[in-house]
């Protein structure tokens, strides 16, 4: 069985603090591929970024960055210097085959960004 | 723009009545899954299709249903409503099987 679990329910911090968003996986499957969306307060769900379990490279885009680490089955997300705008709901999900149900998303965590 | 279409918006609606939720995914794309977020709540898998097929179910209640058209787009039927059935039902739309999804805006139910 395939499981995202996303321990922080909310995080708060005042805007231009770092901020790190965890994503632990669980899936038996050798191939899968890991994904973030943000929600903000509008609701739309907006693609971040798809690793892949066989890149373990970091990366990295603008003030965002993902680290991913197969050892910890982690695969966490940084914000430099928020801002009031990166205020919303970040889901990390998880893709282990191509049948069935396959998109299995965490709960998500809500950021507020204070000013 | 995710290129994903949903219609309507926002729906309104009383206990035990029928509507019916529409999906237009992005050109090219012909994976069509839909998910329901109640309040303040994660998303919920409810039916996945793959060029016309139903390929996966979630926890998809039986007054639930769905069906992707030949054109590929796909509706999600929900019939004797209940207030708990209101939610955000989001449809999102993938190529290949690694492909991320990309989601519509949703449609709002409010059931009353």
């Known amino acids: 069985a395939q499981k995202v679990t996303q321990a922080q329910t909310e995080i708060s911090v005042v805007e231009k603090e770092d901020v790190t968003l965890d994503c632990v996986y669980e899936t038996r499957d050798t191939t899968y591929y890991l994904f973030w969306y943000k929600q903000p307060p509008s609701g739309e769900l907006v693609f971040l970024i798809r690793?892949?379990?066989?890149?373990?490279q970091n990366e990295i885009s603008g003030r965002y960055s993902w680290n991913f680490q197969k050892s910890t089955s982690s695969f966490n997300f940084t914000i430099t210097a928020s801002q009031v705008v990166d205020s919303a709901v970040y889901f990390c999900?998880?893709?282990?085959?191509?049948?069935?149900?396959?998109?299995?998303f965490g709960p998500g965590t809500r950021l507020s960004v204070l000013p | 723009d995710s290129g994903v279409t949903q219609t309507p918006k926002h729906l309104i609606t009383a206990t035990g009545q029928r509507v019916t939720l529409r999906c237009s995914p992005r050109?090219?794309?012909?994976?069509v899954y839909w998910y329901q977020q109640s309040l303040d709540q994660g998303l919920q898998f409810l039916i996945h299709?793959?060029?016309?097929?139903?390929?996966a179910k979630g926890n998809i209640l039986e007054r639930f249903s769905a069906q992707q058209f030949p054109d590929l787009h796909s509706e999600l039927n929900l019939s004797s409503l209940e207030l708990g059935d209101s939610a955000l039902y989001f449809c999102a739309s993938s190529k290949a099987g690694n492909s991320p999804l990309h989601f519509g805006n949703g449609t709002r139910l409010t059931v009353t």
């Open positions: 299709y793959y060029n016309g097929e139903e390929r």
């Open positions: 050109s090219g794309d012909l994976s």
């Open positions: 690793r892949n379990s066989f890149d373990e």
């Open positions: 999900a998880l893709r282990a085959d191509n049948y069935g149900q396959n998109f299995v």
